[in-house]
């Protein structure tokens, strides 16, 4: 049973790198009262693990849907923004069988390891959240209503640190990278740095961003490379030992000019991962591929 786990705990770490940073000084979301943004965030992961002599390979898919309203632009120009997750997909195809969880689908009764995420769901689909976003991508003051926070809470295992409180509040950081303060030339670069607790413990990405300038078949959006690495400081009290080894986290970053926002983000990453779990200790070749969209509502 704690092996239908470890693909859950590798989402978890999946999702703090599912949102590439982006760079130039001149490069500003620009919010607009009462806009309406979705986002759509696809992430494909793929498991290799070798257990006691028996290969185990596990995929899993997530898709996430998420509308943004702004609901006030201050003086400034950050947003406060009412954010809901509208809808959550997730399907595993493991040696342990087919697993589906669909948030539109009502009144379905899931089985396996992604049955812990029933109950948290109701609570996060169609919940309020706020958090208000700087044009330069900062995002702060992010809250989760109460009773969503006691749901997510409740869900148990790996399946609840996936949709933890910490894990949730990280998703929303990352939708608004932070950029520098000055302009960056072609193939100039820069690094960031963010630390982001989550249910496993702290989580450190690096980013280093660079610079592409206009995509030459649109000059309205500008493109930008991005290269990943991630370093995790476990918790002390945490019921897994989490490892990373060699990873390579590559991407691109399209940012609309015009419209003040992101087009899309591409992340490919290959990781490797060891996790210990009582006296097993398991070592995973991790590979994901995760899209995101933001689109404009009408």
């Known amino acids: 049973m704690r092996?239908?786990?470890?693909?859950?705990?590798?989402?978890?770490?999946?999702?703090?790198?599912?949102?590439?940073?982006?760079?130039?000084?001149?490069?500003?979301?620009?919010?607009k009262?009462?806009?309406?943004?979705?986002?759509?965030?696809?992430?494909?992961?793929?498991?290799?693990?070798?257990?006691?002599?028996?290969?185990?390979?596990t995929k899993m898919a997530q898709v996430f849907t998420v509308g943004w309203k702004v609901k006030a632009v201050k003086s400034?120009?950050?947003?406060?923004?009412?954010?809901?997750?509208d809808r959550v997909e997730l399907a595993m195809d493991s040696p342990f069988g087919e697993m589906k969880f669909d948030s539109d689908k009502k009144g379905e009764v899931e089985e396996g390891p992604l049955a812990g995420l029933t109950g948290p769901m109701k609570?996060?689909?169609?919940?309020?959240?706020?958090?208000?976003?700087?044009?330069?991508?900062?995002?702060?003051?992010?809250?989760?209503?109460?009773?969503?926070?006691?749901?997510?809470?409740?869900g148990g295992g790996?399946?609840?640190m996936m949709f933890s409180p910490d894990s949730i509040k990280s998703m929303m950081?990352?939708?608004?990278?932070?950029l520098p303060d000055k302009p960056l030339k072609v193939d100039e670069s820069f690094t960031t740095k963010r630390d982001m607790p989550n249910p496993l413990g702290t989580m450190t990405v690096e980013t280093t961003q660079t610079y592409k300038g206009?995509?030459?078949k649109d000059a309205k959006i500008e493109i930008f490379e991005t290269k990943s690495k991630m370093s995790l400081k476990p918790n002390a009290d945490s019921p897994f030992e989490v490892s990373l080894g060699d990873q390579d986290s590559r991407g691109e970053l399209r940012f609309n000019k015009a419209l003040g926002r992101i087009d899309s983000a591409t992340t490919v990453q290959q990781m490797e991962m060891k996790i210990k779990i009582m006296d097993m200790e398991i070592t995973q070749n991790v590979t994901s591929k995760s899209v995101m969209t933001i689109t404009e509502v009408q």
């Open 158 to 160: 790996a399946a609840g």
């Open 3 to 31: 092996l239908k786990h470890t693909s859950l705990l590798t989402a978890v770490l999946t999702l703090v790198v599912a949102a590439p940073a982006f760079s130039q000084s001149d490069v500003r979301w620009k919010f």
């Open 33 to 57: 009262e009462g806009q309406n943004l979705r986002m759509l965030l696809k992430t494909d992961v793929t498991t290799e693990a070798n257990v006691q002599g028996n290969a185990i390979e």
């Open 214 to 216: 206009p995509d030459p």
């Open 123 to 154: 609570a996060l689909v169609g919940a309020e959240m706020t958090m208000t976003m700087t044009p330069t991508g900062e995002t702060k003051d992010m809250k989760i209503p109460a009773k969503v926070t006691e749901a997510l809470g409740g």
């Open 76 to 85: 400034d120009g950050s947003a406060e923004i009412v954010q809901t997750f």
């Open 173 to 178: 950081q990352q939708s608004g990278p932070g």
